[in-house]
């Protein structure tokens, strides 16, 4: 290749790749598509594996998840429309599922939920959340879409 074909492919490349980056960076949609039924259908799998069995089959949660156990910890709260789950934004929900709940509690708070980093990739996270989201009607569906707009510090 001539030295004046490479330096053109050069700055294609270099191109390319900047507007891949930029197109990523200005990306605000959400990762956890609740209208994805491919995204939708992994993440239901993904779920029923890693997820339900502390927080229902049917996203229900634990019984009396607001009442904490004996051992002082609350149980594993509802995932469906009755649950706190949409009240927090995306990112914060990616977090607390990819590094743990301990990340975003006050310091010496005792969970048990288990960061799933290592374990899941973050686009089957993204997937798991997608399935969660997906439950929920379609107003607090909009109302999660205002919260995951808003910056981050939720």
Same mark, same amino acid.
């Given at each position: 290749m001539q030295p004046r074909a490479l330096l053109f492919a050069a700055i294609a490349v270099t191109l390319v790749g900047a507007g891949t980056g930029l197109w990523v960076f200005l990306?605000?949609?959400p990762a956890a598509h609740p209208d994805n039924r491919e995204q939708i259908a992994a993440g239901e799998k993904i779920y029923a594996a890693n997820c339900a069995a502390c927080h229902g089959a049917k996203l229900e949660g634990e019984p009396n998840w607001r009442v904490r156990?004996?051992?002082g910890?609350?149980?594993?709260? @509802?995932? %469906?429309?009755?649950? $706190?789950?949409?009240?927090? #934004?995306?990112e914060h929900l990616f977090g607390i599922v990819k590094d743990g709940l301990t990340a975003y509690a006050p310091?010496?708070?005792?969970?048990?939920?288990?960061?799933?980093?290592g374990i899941?990739?973050?686009?089957?996270?993204?997937?798991?959340?997608?399935?969660?989201?997906?439950?929920? @009607?379609? %107003?607090?569906?909009? $109302?999660?879409?205002?919260? #995951?707009?808003?910056?981050?510090?939720?």
């Amino acid at each position: 290749m001539q030295p004046r074909a490479l330096l053109f492919a050069a700055i294609a490349v270099t191109l390319v790749g900047a507007g891949t980056g930029l197109w990523v960076f200005l990306d605000r949609e959400p990762a956890a598509h609740p209208d994805n039924r491919e995204q939708i259908a992994a993440g239901e799998k993904i779920y029923a594996a890693n997820c339900a069995a502390c927080h229902g089959a049917k996203l229900e949660g634990e019984p009396n998840w607001r009442v904490r156990k004996d051992s002082g910890r609350l149980p594993a709260p @509802p995932h %469906d429309a009755t649950g $706190h789950t949409w009240h927090h #934004s995306d990112e914060h929900l990616f977090g607390i599922v990819k590094d743990g709940l301990t990340a975003y509690a006050p310091a010496g708070y005792a969970t048990d939920m288990p960061a799933f980093k290592g374990i899941l990739s973050d686009a089957e996270i993204h997937a798991v959340l997608a399935y969660i989201k997906s439950s929920w @009607p379609q %107003d607090i569906k909009d $109302h999660h879409r205002q919260i #995951s707009a808003q910056p981050a510090n939720n």
